[in-house]
C-alpha cells in the first residue's frame, strides 16, 4: 500500500561499509594484500555524501606512497554515494608535497 515505505533517509548517503568495501580493492603491490586489510587505513569518517581518512604508507620511505595516495582517492571519488574525500597520508617523508597534490585532486 502507498505510504507504508520505510524511509531511510537519503538513498545517495555513502555507506560506511561501502567505503571499506573500496578500500579493500586497493591492493599494496609489494604484498598484495589490501591496504585496509593492512590495517594502513585509519580514522575512516563517513558524513553524507563526504569521507576522510588517514593513509598511513607501510614505510616513511615507501615509494608507491604517492601512486597509493591517488588510488585511494581516485577510488573513492568514482564511487557515486560520494561527492567529497578527503585524505591524508601521515608518516611519509614527503607527506607534505603529497597531501598538497591530493588537495588539488
Known amino acids: 500500500p502507498k505510504g507504508s515505505e520505510i524511509y531511510r533517509g ?3 548517503m555513502a555507506e560506511e561499509q561501502e567505503v571499506i568495501e573500496t578500500l579493500k580493492t586497493i591492493m599494496d603491490p609489494h604484498t598484495n594484500i589490501s591496504l585496509y586489510d593492512m590495517g594502513l587505513i585509519k580514522d575512516i ?3 553524507g555524501k563526504r569521507v576522510s581518512l588517514v ?3 607501510s614505510s616513511p620511505f615507501c615509494p608507491v606512497g604517492i601512486q ?3 588510488n585511494i582517492k581516485k577510488a573513492l ?3 557515486e554515494s560520494l561527492d567529497n574525500v578527503d585524505v591524508v ?3 611519509h617523508i614527503q607527506e607534505k608535497q ?3 597534490m591530493l588537495e588539488g585532486m
Open 77 to 79: 571519488l568514482a564511487m
Open 98 to 100: 603529497i597531501n598538497e
Open 45 to 47: 569518517k563517513v558524513e
Open 89 to 91: 597520508v601521515q608518516g
Open 68 to 70: 597509493l595516495a591517488m
Open 55 to 57: 593513509f598511513i604508507p
Open 10 to 12: 537519503d538513498v545517495n
